[in-house]
């Protein structure tokens, strides 16, 4: 009789299941740090990045909330998507309209381009098969602003923005890859209107005259809540998910003990990576395993991945090059893994969730791959 892994799981109960995976993993860091260790030092990292990672990546939202929304209340965001409206359609396959979505998208997160398909003058811009390719598109450039404003606050100015050429080189791929998949799965997507909307409909929106000073300071504050807000939305993803990969990508004190210290773990990614570090090395140009934590951890959330960069660089493992990688990778997937499935649903396309996040994984380390090059390039320049 042919043994089933499926069948098995089908006949575990989810609880049983859960508590296996959760006792291992413990079990197995206690083991190594010895359990008070392992405690304490979960305690103290968590603390920590919340005290010197998180509130300054809040501010940094803050700010870069404020300055969007006051380049979105003086035309600055109209006047950006008119000059990158030509590129749609060689780049992307995407009518000019959906530039809009690129910047606010990088002003932004990732949902800010769900907000404007619920607009159906927008939509009705795109084919079905475009329309649906929307999520790869966006989630491409979520948070950028707020990865290459961190960057240039590390210290790092031309990398930032040769690694945004080369999440811009994964979007083309992701999106594309996207419209491919569709076209296959529902060939009449490929000449469906995504909206019947009149594309001339005019909008009974009327704008509020208000002073020049009241404007900006509205913009300002608005701007800056919703920094605040984004803010907030991360502090899960940089608490629970780094200090889960910190765990398992430092290793114990200085003199080989376990003291419960904030950031020690068991180094078991380094050594996992060290496996297949000739792979890293050639594609993305990582000399030391340990840089492989980044894009694990920017699948669930890119400022999760932000918060392990000060800890880099006091190790010694950061570079040039490294930054560029980690610009690409952490715009282009933007914890995807966290965001494809709620976007999609939204749009009404849960059944493609599984072909968005292939095509999203391709197109991520195609960006961290062009990155690389393109640095050794800049670097010989």
Known sequence: MKFSFRKLYDRIPGGI??????FALFGYLGSRMGTPNMLNTIMKTAHD???????????????????????????????LEKLLRPLMKPLFNLP???SLGAVMTFLSDNPAIISLTQDKKFASYFKKYQFISLTNFGTAFGMGLLVIVFMVGQGFYAEPFIGLFGAICGCIVSTRMMQHFVIKAYPQYKDEPACQASVNEETDMQTEKKPLFQRILDSLLDGGQTGVSVGLAIIPGVLIISTLVMLLTFGPSASGEYTGAAYQGVE?????????????EWLFGFHDPHLIA????????????????PNFMEAGWIDGNAIAVFTAIGMCWSGYLSTHTAMLDTLGFRNLTSKAILAHTIGGLVAAFVAHWAYVLFSLI
Not at 57 to 72: P, S
Not at 268 to 280: D, E, H, M, T, V
Not at 294 to 309: D, E, H, K, M, S
């Open 96 to 98: 000019g309209v959906a």
């Open 268 to 280: 078991l990614l380094p050594w996992l990576a060290g496996k297949f570090n000739f792979i890293f």
């Open 49 to 79: 990045l919340l005290l010197n990672t998180v509130f300054y990546l809040m501010a940094i939202c803050v700010i870069t909330g404020a300055i969007g929304r006051v380049f979105v209340e003086f035309g600055v965001v109209t006047l």
């Open 17 to 22: 299941l859960c508590l296996l995976v959760v």
């Open 294 to 309: 980044f894009p694990i951890t920017a699948l669930g959330a890119v400022g999760a991945a932000l918060g392990l960069i």
